[in-house]
């Protein structure tokens, strides 16, 4: 298997998303950035295979996804549900929000990513057979 982060021919791809990120990225990534989110790293715009998601924690393997109305369309829907199966075929949990949620109600978006930090941290490792 390929190297599944951040493959090299994804990199235009991220920093464009990156440079291009909409008010309700911006809004969060000021929240997340720098560890400031109780001690915890999180990457913007990180590769998962063909995939690009708009934030990973790498401690507890969660992506964080925001989604814009574009995300209503029956196409893109088709797409996050791709992305979504590839994702947790990974071991990757995932959370979404809409960028209204995070217009409206940004401590509730940082309680939900908390509370889902705290879940998978209380999950008991995964053991060989």
């Keep these: 298997m390929g190297k599944v982060f951040n493959q090299k ?12 990120a909409p ?10 950035k ?3 989110f109780l001690g915890y790293k999180f990457r913007r715009q990180q590769g998962i295979g063909k ?3 708009d934030f990973y ?6 992506a964080v996804e925001l989604d814009g109305a574009t995300h209503l369309r029956d ?3 088709k797409q996050d549900k791709e992305k979504e199966d590839f994702i947790r075929e990974k071991k990757i949990h995932l959370i979404r929000f809409t960028n209204v949620d995070v217009y409206k109600n940004i401590d509730g978006v940082l309680l939900a990513i908390l509370d ?10 995964l053991t060989p057979p």
């Excluded at 021919?9 to 291009?20: A, G, P, S």
């Excluded at 008010?23 to 997340?32: H, P």
């Excluded at 924690?57 to 969660?62: D, S």
């Design 34 to 36: 720098g560890k400031q």
């Design 51 to 53: 995939f690009v998601v």
């Design 23 to 32: 008010d309700a990225e911006k809004i969060l990534w000021s929240r997340l």
């Design 75 to 77: 196409e893109q829907m």
């Design 57 to 62: 924690c790498p401690k507890v393997t969660l």
């Design 116 to 125: 889902e930090i705290k879940r998978i941290e209380e999950q008991p490792p």
């Design 9 to 20: 021919t994804q990199k235009k791809l991220r920093q464009h998303l990156r440079n291009q």
